[in-house]
């Protein structure tokens, strides 16, 4: 039994506190730098445009030599060069009239419109100045942020680097991904590639280590080599029967802050740290492990890697009704069919093809037991 | 002047039609699969779990043998084995007792629980049978779902063929990025890293060619030397200048579908083809660019890539008025602060900063005349 229950929401806060943005940063190339976080306010070095550019096709112009032009009183100009968008105006000329509003005669150009100075022209600096700030620090770089950055000519930038996640899966029965065919009692090892296709898809990097059997020593091992990391994530063993050693190992080597958490699935989750290090130890079950991921370790995550942690909700009608254990937030595979949240009616935590059914979960929050048929809930598809 | 402007709805329209499904495939090992879409079918080779598999640690017993058992009147077991959860429960045994409903005296097992058959053991197959198919044709593969399949013991699986996105950037202009310093009149080429970046997130694979000047014939010929993408996308030269040749050259090449769409910053926009292969020719204006990227070429590339295309919208109020051209699509960048969404004030389809300053946009329909401040709006984050 566990000596004492975590409720879900206070569990989820420790371990958040427990992590801190990553201060690491790395020169980056910035074709690489899609979805990386600006660790320093970049200041742009040079002026966008840096010289009056056209932005139309037409003519250069001194805008004062076309002023009362209209069509029934045109202004005729020896003084004007053609020009095409994206151009350079020539010096000289402070304005562009366009193709439509003019006529070539000769070495005449006859204008039916006055421009205004700077009209049809994107004057220097309009666009960024030298020395302005283009991104602050904590800004996520997006497609069009890094097509910004290639225009002010900059080849690489500084990004705070990825957190850096050791996975560690646990498990006596466990045999590498088709290394070889089963006996009986033994098992693929997958919550670890789970874990750390999570991991990754969450803006981390994944360092994951080969099968750890269950055994203390060598589990003891594992966490001391993965000191590095900026969490380490235990997987397996981590209930309070004979061979779960995950918990002790972590309080003989640091300090168990958590054993047991009020949500279901996902109850065998233990939280703590070796010296700094949050230290996560998630249950072998995969549905609980992916439970934990999402409520858990996905904000803390998204936290060390400076990254906005909202899921996208979709409020939609519950089909049938959910039963839950009131005091625990329960996490209910659902799939959406025609908008409607249909739970998915299997209890145990280890039948994986419930997952494969399901577009994405509702929350049950604690102080709720099971949610009525017909009622709006909010939610989360599986990313 | 174009000659016929296409209305924005009908323009997204004849493009996601021009777009087939890729029906290539590729065997492709289960770890790299992330987000992948399977192509064909997934049936199961194996029961999964493949033994009766302990849910419990306790031990397993005869179940018959329990009959009648309670705490007031227990029964005592010599036929009996401990065991722990994940372990296969042994040939003769049915059920599993927990730890906590019984009792070892020596070589006696005190029960103070009647258990069924099959209490506390995850059947052969239960999760699932041998022959079920596990994925559908059309199913995009998340963590848990690799997880899955890695448990069935499979190493890899057929999936669809990322669809292959030429990517063509025109404009005698350009410089390759930060390749050297910059005249008067010239750019960086950026429009092509924005597409490519793109692209990649959209789930197909990126084809950048070199920078082509504006020249019919080294842009006939860069079409020509992309015909075996699956889509074709020319940045550059798309409007009805003297220099914009992208238009004719398709024209001439293959058909040239639309040529000009109602719609606000994009309008230099053309669709057509080159024998079957849909082309794109986007306006080199930075913003209008990534505005037509979002409204035509996401949901002609997420077609392609058997994707959903939906993105994530949030419902928030406008916090100032947006003006609009009545029979035109605007796409109106705007920051959400504190939940209310603002637009940005900036006309000119090149002021990339206001982009940067963008969180996403919203999309007036053709139908408005603007939007009034205060009115609810769907924002769509750039991604």
């Given amino acids: 039994m566990f000596k004492h229950l975590c409720g879900a929401k206070e569990a989820r806060k420790l371990l958040i506190d427990l992590c801190a943005p990553v201060r690491r940063t790395e020169m980056l190339p910035i074709a690489e730098c899609i979805d990386r976080v600006v660790s320093k306010d970049i200041v742009s070095p040079v002026d966008l445009p840096s010289f009056n550019r056209a932005a139309m096709d037409g003519f250069s112009v001194r805008s004062a030599n076309t002023r009362g032009a209209s069509s029934s009183a045109p202004v005729y100009l020896q003084n004007f060069a053609p020009i095409r968008t994206g151009m350079a105006v020539p010096e000289g000329f402070d304005a562009v009239v366009m193709m439509e509003d003019s006529v070539l005669r000769?070495?005449?150009?006859?204008?039916?419109?006055?421009v205004h100075p700077h009209r049809n022209v994107s004057c220097i600096g309009e666009?960024?100045?030298?020395?302005?700030?283009?991104?602050?620090?904590?800004?996520?770089?997006?497609?069009?942020?890094?097509?910004?950055?290639?225009s002010l000519g900059l080849r690489e930038i500084m990004a705070y680097a990825r957190p850096k996640i050791a996975i560690i899966p646990t498990g006596s029965e466990l045999?590498?991904?088709?290394?070889?065919?089963?006996?009986?009692?033994?098992?693929?090892?997958?919550?670890?590639?789970?874990a750390k296709?999570?991991?990754?898809?969450?803006?981390?990097?994944?360092?994951?280590?080969?099968?750890?059997?269950?055994?203390?020593?060598?589990?003891?091992?594992?966490?001391?080599?993965?000191?590095?990391?900026?969490?380490?994530?235990i997987i397996g063993g981590t209930s309070v029967g004979e061979k779960d050693y995950a918990p002790n190992v972590l309080a003989e080597a640091g300090k168990l802050l958590i054993h047991g958490v009020?949500?279901?699935?996902?109850?065998?989750?233990?939280?703590?740290?070796?010296?700094?290090?949050?230290?996560?130890?998630?249950?072998?079950?995969?549905?609980?492990?992916?439970?934990?991921?999402?409520?858990?370790?996905?904000p803390a995550l998204k936290k060390m890697a400076h990254l906005n942690d909202s899921l996208p909700k979709i409020t939609v009608r519950l089909a049938r009704k959910i039963a839950s254990r009131p005091g625990y937030v329960s996490v209910v595979r659902v799939a959406l069919r025609d908008g409607v949240a249909e739970p998915i009616m299997v209890s145990g935590a280890g039948i994986m093809s419930s997952v494969a059914k399901a577009d994405g979960f509702v929350i049950v929050p604690e102080e709720r037991e099971g949610i009525e048929a017909g009622e709006m809930v909010e939610f989360r598809p599986f990313e």
């Fill in 262 to 298: 009020r949500v279901q699935p996902g109850k065998p989750t233990a939280f703590g740290t070796i010296r700094a290090t949050p230290v996560v130890c998630l249950p072998g079950y995969p549905v609980a492990a992916l439970s934990d991921l999402y409520l858990f370790v996905r």
């Fill in 106 to 114: 000769g070495s005449t150009l006859e204008i039916a419109a006055e």
């Fill in 127 to 150: 666009d960024i100045h030298s020395e302005d700030i283009v991104f602050k620090e904590g800004h996520r770089l997006r497609p069009p942020d890094i097509s910004l950055l290639a």
């Fill in 197 to 233: 296709l999570y991991v990754e898809k969450w803006g981390c990097k994944a360092l994951k280590s080969d099968i750890v059997p269950d055994d203390p020593m060598k589990i003891r091992q594992a966490m001391d080599s993965a000191q590095d990391a900026d969490m380490i994530i």
């Fill in 175 to 194: 045999v590498p991904v088709a290394a070889r065919s089963l006996e009986p009692g033994e098992a693929y090892e997958t919550n670890g590639l789970m």
